[in-house]
Structure formats: structure tokens, C-alpha cells
């Protein structure tokens, strides 16, 4: 299997996907939850399938409905909604209880969360923070353990997993929120971890077979390693599909993060990782 001789392929199907999201990221943002932004959360539950409109015309009727926001939350047989809106007082956020009740006489209030705007700020501003330190903390180990290029190569991978992650969401236009960051830094640890691996069988091809080019090297790696990376990520991916559609809206967020950034680090690390090692290799030939 010539996987590293296609490189150019693969390049250009990372690039392709990048560029689709912050196409997306660019046009329509992100779509930060109340742990960003600042407001208030309400969630209800109910008997039978209830429509955002129906929710709506009842925060109309309360004069909430402006800037609001209302997402279904319909999973595993339960109906939900998700009301978000401006930073309420609690006189509101009770006649909103009061009203949605009136009305669907089934309604449950599940949970109420309100998050302060300078909140809002310092937690994104840690989250960025947790990022760069994740960053660091991964250059100086893979440059101990192994090369400094490998460590290079390493971060340039892990952001192709994060930006596509980040990417699809801002197509999809679902939330991010703390769960989110906290995915997007397992993802990190997952991504490092499988190319890890291929990174140790290329470092003992390299002295294996000396003899011949790098590119072999690194291709036999891969391919030895293939059977290994598939496995284990198609029985991650599966458990992650189970959570997201058993598991309840709460962490639907979380699980579709992950499933889409260990699917891309799967992909980057068979497919973008070695590649970029080839390829600055042959830079350095020349």
C-alpha cells in the first residue's frame, strides 16, 4: 500500500474541509453557548413532541421572545426544549415556568443555568489558555522523546483535527461550550496518542532500515500500524455513537465533538502526520 506516495491526495482533502469550515467560521461565527456569551438556560421536558414555535408564541406573549433563542432537545423517546436568552431575573425566568405550564400542563423544568458576560470572558479566555498549554506541554515531549520536526509535524496535525472539529460545527451551527473546549482537549490527547505510535515504528524503521529512503520508512510504518489505528478508533467511535443517542441532550455537544475530532485524527494521523514528516524530509534532501 503506496499510502504516503498519494500524500498529495490527502493534502488536499485536509485542505478541501479546512477551507469549508472557515468559509463557514468567517460568514456565520460560532454559535457560543451561555458559558461565552453571558444569559440564562432554561430546559423543559414534556409528554409529547412540542414545536419551537409553540414556545416561542408563548415568550412573545411574555415580551421574551426578542433575542431568544429555542433548540429541540428530543432524544431516546423524551421531548425537550431549550430556551436561551439574555440574562433574566428571576421574576422572568419564573412567569416563563409559569406560562410554558399553563400551557403544556406535562411541562418539567429540568435545570436552570445563568452565566454572568465577565464569566463569559475569563472562560473563554481559560480555554485558550488550556489549549496553549496542551500545545506546549506536547512540542516539549515529542521533542524529548523523538525529534523536534516530529513535534512540529505533531501540532500541525493536532490544529487540522481541532480547525476541522471547529470547522463542522460552524456549519452545523450547534453550540459551543465548555463541554465543547473540554472535547476539543481530549481530542489532543487521543490524536497525540495514535500518532505517537506511528511516529515509534517509524523511529525503528529508520534504524532498521537505514538503507532505504525515508519515504519507505515511513510507509512501512503506516501500513504496520493500519490495522491497529482502525480498530481501535472504529471501537471508540461506536461506543461515541452509542452516548450520543442514549445519553441525553447534555452531553449530545460533547459526544458529537468527539466523534468528529477522534474520526479526523484518525484520518490525520494515518494520512497528514507521516506525510508531513515525507515531505519535509524531502526538503531537506534537496
Not at 463557514?24 to 438556560?41: E, K, P, V
Not at 421574576?91 to 406535562?106: G, L, P, R, V, Y
Not at 460533547?254 to 508531513?276: E, H, N, R
Request: charged residues 15%; negative net charge; without cysteine.
Amino acid at each position: 500500500m503506496d499510502i504516503l506516495g498519494k500524500r498529495k491526495i490527502w493534502y488536499t482533502i485536509s485542505i478541501i474541509l479546512i477551507a469549508i469550515g472557515l468559509v463557514f467560521l468567517l460568514i456565520n461565527g460560532l454559535n457560543l453557548g451561555i458559558d461565552f456569551n453571558g444569559g440564562t438556560l432554561m430546559e423543559f421536558s414534556f409528554d409529547n413532541a412540542v414545536s419551537s414555535e409553540q414556545i416561542r408564541s408563548i415568550l412573545e406573549e411574555i415580551n421574551i421572545a426578542e433575542d431568544s433563542k429555542i433548540q429541540q432537545s428530543d432524544s431516546a423517546g423524551v421531548h425537550g426544549a431549550i430556551i436561551r436568552a439574555q440574562n433574566l431575573e428571576s421574576e422572568e425566568i419564573i412567569k416563563i415556568e409559569e406560562s410554558i405550564k399553563a400551557e403544556f400542563s406535562t411541562a418539567e423544568m429540568l435545570r436552570t443555568e445563568m452565566v454572568g458576560p465577565t464569566i463569559g470572558q475569563e472562560l473563554r479566555i481559560n480555554a485558550l489558555l488550556a489549549m496553549l498549554a496542551a500545545s506546549i506541554a506536547i512540542v516539549a515531549y515529542i521533542s524529548f522523546r523523538f525529534e523536534f520536526r516530529f513535534a512540529v509535524v505533531s501540532i500541525i496535525t493536532l490544529m487540522h483535527d481541532v480547525l476541522i472539529t471547529i470547522g463542522v460545527f460552524a456549519v452545523l451551527g450547534r453550540e459551543v461550550n465548555t463541554p465543547f473546549v473540554a472535547a476539543l482537549l481530549t481530542i489532543v490527547g487521543y490524536s497525540i496518542n495514535d500518532t505517537i505510535v506511528i511516529f515509534d515504528r517509524i523511529r525503528e524503521n529508520m534504524k532498521l532500515m537505514h538503507k532505504v529512503p525515508f519515504i519507505e520508512q515511513a510507509n512501512t510504518a503506516v501500513v504496520d500500524t493500519l490495522p491497529r489505528s482502525i480498530n481501535t478508533s472504529l471501537t471508540t467511535l461506536i461506543t461515541i455513537l452509542a452516548i450520543y443517542f442514549f445519553g441525553g441532550a447534555s452531553i449530545q455537544t460533547f459526544m458529537l465533538a468527539l466523534f468528529i475530532g477522534m474520526f479526523a485524527g484518525t484520518y490525520s494521523s494515518i494520512f497528514v502526520a507521516s506525510p508531513l514528516l515525507v515531505s519535509w524530509q524531502k526538503k531537506l534532501s534537496n
